[in-house]
């Protein structure tokens, strides 16, 4: 029999969900700065797009006008890729993967934002996420979610100001409403993997709870390492 070899950190999928203008950008930043510094590597990434092809993807969804099942396939088309080529991988090596967005934000934008059917996107989920490093009939699925949830008429004030609005963020309020709810939906379906985070307070307030949520993990990055230990 062969040595055993040394164990690789095991890989950790989160995912970071909310309404446009809910403040998850600094954050991301910030929680991949703190992974680093503990010596962590890190794949930070971004749905729609993280991959040449997903990316151009992504700028059809965001520029080019289309039904809602035409926007639904082109984002999994994406996700399909992103997954296979960048997150898998990133995994299988024991990254932290920060990925800015994933499914539920298809359900809460095109099922919620846009009232398509939830049952397709269900079966699509189904079809993307089943991977060969995950034993069916399970899937592939973040292990932690961290949802900013924020008021939309809240979110609609700090979007007035941004540049040049794209497709999602040129909707109205009501839009925003109809995601937010999406979100209030699968939060409640998948309560062990989702975290919400109030992200109605001044950003020091958001962060705090963002550490508070990966402690109580025990998965905040700036816990120290025994002295000889592994991870
Ligand atoms: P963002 O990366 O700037 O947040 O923009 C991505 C936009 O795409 C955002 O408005 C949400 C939207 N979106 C969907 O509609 N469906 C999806 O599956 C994903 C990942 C994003």
Redesign the pocket.
Known sequence: MSEPSTPLPAGLFITFEGI?GAGKSTHIAGLAEAFRLQGRSVTLT????GTPLAEKL?AL??GEAMDPLT??LL??A??RDHLLNVIEPALARGDAVLC????D??F???GG?RGFDLATLSVLERWVQTTPAVRAPAIRQPDLTLWFDLPAEIAAARLADARAP????AQPVAFFRRVAAGYAARAEAAPQRFARINADQPRERVWQDIVDTFARRGWWPGTPVAPGGSH
């Open positions: 446009d971004r749905e729609p797009g992504r969804v965001l926007e639904s984002v999994f994406a996700r800015d967005r994933f499914t934000a298809t809460a934008y095109q934002g794209d497709r999602f963020e």
